[in-house]
């Protein structure tokens, strides 16, 4: 695959893949202006520490320009690209904020192992000792997420009330309520047809809400088995997620996620209705 092209099982552009896409003046290539560190970013990331190489760095050395192949320098040296999106990095796992998100928090997770990483998932996650080391960091940023949702949204919530109604009483219940499970509102996997060419799972609210949402494709490799949950892997041969072009998943009718109101291909309508949906779903 030509590394330009715009291929019909991208789930982004090719502006996206290159970083030229822009978004409040900010690219991959790095801001236009002066940009405000991610609040995000600013509460989760550790204390500055020193780098942590990754596993046998040199393998992922000698790979070009090619815009696909943006992630790796995430993964060789963390510290010295693009701070403002990481979050926490370790010798075996980078985890950054997606340059152009398709939720309200939408975060990757990057393994360093350079003999898994340029390995498409289905083989990578076909070892199944591998695979046990991605499952509990897959954990760990889903509660992470939902920590940043409960964050941004606990005041509004239903169910989040009489925790919110403890943290502010004085003094404080030794204990408090369990309040929502922000978890169950957050999805994660990988695409069938990663768009960047190292391995990168994806963890995120369910709201798919973003300025970065523009497009049916994005919305469908969210909102299809073109997501395929970690949890699955190894797929078996004939699992049809296999073959994402064949299923069709990127051009299936636009669906709520919430409602299971069907837009056909109505994606400005869908937009619409996801905004008023996420009103409503962040006070539950």
Known sequence: MAPDSDSDQDAITKEEISGTATLGGVSRNGPSKPQERNAFAALMTPQ?????????????QPLGLNPRHSLGPYITSPTSTHPSRIISHTDKFVTIIDLYPKSTIHTLLLPRDASKTLLDPF?????????STILPEVKKLKTLVASELRRKYGRFSAQD???TAAMDADPPPSEL?????????????IHAHPS????HIHVLSRDRVSECMKRKKHYNSFNTPFLIDVADFPLAEDDVRRHPGKEGYLDRPLVCWRCGKNFRNGFAKLKRHLEEEL??????
């Open 161 to 163: 009330a009489a925790r």
């Open 279 to 284: 009103e409503v779903w962040k006070r539950e």
């Open 123 to 131: 083989t990578a996650l076909s070892d199944p000792l591998f695979l």
């Open 196 to 199: 960047m060419t190292h391995l």
């Open 48 to 60: 500055p520490s020193q780098p942590h190489p990754a596993t046998s760095t040199p393998a992922l």
């Open 177 to 189: 309520p369990p309040g929502r499970d922000w978890e169950k509102e957050v999805i994660s996997g």
